[in-house]
């Protein structure tokens, strides 16, 4: 049951077509220092190179992206954060399942963030409420209907640096009210996450909508 309001993220599964989630991550060097955490589940992006937390939910754009529409400004997110490898200021190699706030000014070196890159990926996430009559659905009769609909992320609550968890969730609205066919929500539902269908808080299996992702987006970072 997930009755519990705290989100977690975005937690890597499988991948579009049932492939496998291996575990792979890409390594993206933090030259320059972090002025905040980047928690484990956060969308990164990269900003002259420099990975960074998104605090707002990304939009779907057009293909091809140019920088001369104002709906296609923004070149896409890389994946998501699963933690992080540096040298400490002892000369201790630390590996973290978050990126500590202020890493290299506090000494760390060789820093390097491990983030899932592949546009492929599907995630589980919390929704922010219960699905409730969406779809005039009773007791899990309508919720199917979320499936290939989409939703915005939702980044109200704060990361963990006890659990090291981010705290991203799915936008679901009083009753699903924030879930619809908009073409320029970030996520797609792919599933509602099994037996939390009538959960105060219910789970869902979510993918990036077109455009998204850096790597599906000819407008460069």
């Known amino acids: ?21 291996a575990g792979a991550f890409r390594e993206f060097p933090m030259a320059a220092n972090n002025g905040s955490a980047i928690f484990n ?10 990975p960074a ?17 104002a709906e296609n400004a923004t070149p896409g997110i890389v994946g998501v954060c699963v933690g992080c490898r540096y040298i400490d200021s002892d000369g201790q190699l630390q590996f973290r399942n978050f990126v500590p706030a202020n890493l290299v000014t506090g000494g760390a070196t060789e820093v390097f963030v491990r983030v899932v890159d592949d546009p492929d990926q599907l995630f589980r996430i919390k929704g922010t409420a219960a699905l409730g009559t969406f779809n005039s659905g009773t007791d899990g009769s309508g919720y199917a209907s979320a499936i290939g609909k989409n939703a915005a992320l939702d980044f109200n609550t704060s990361g963990s640096t006890s659990t090291g968890k981010a705290g991203v969730a799915l936008l679901v609205g009083t009753n699903g009210g924030s879930i619809a066919t908009t073409n320029t929500l970030a996520m797609r539902i792919i599933d509602v996450w099994n037996e939390t269908q009538a959960d105060d808080y219910p789970e869902f299996v979510v993918k990036y909508n077109v455009g998204v992702h850096a790597y599906q987006n000819s407008l460069g970072v």
């Open 1 to 21: 049951m997930s009755a519990e309001s705290t989100p977690y993220g975005l937690v890597p599964i499988n991948k579009i077509g049932g492939q496998s989630n």
């Open 41 to 50: 589940g956060d969308l990164v992006v990269l900003a002259d190179g420099q």
């Open 53 to 69: 937390a998104v605090s707002a939910t990304p939009t779907a754009i057009d293909i091809p992206a140019s920088a001369g529409n």
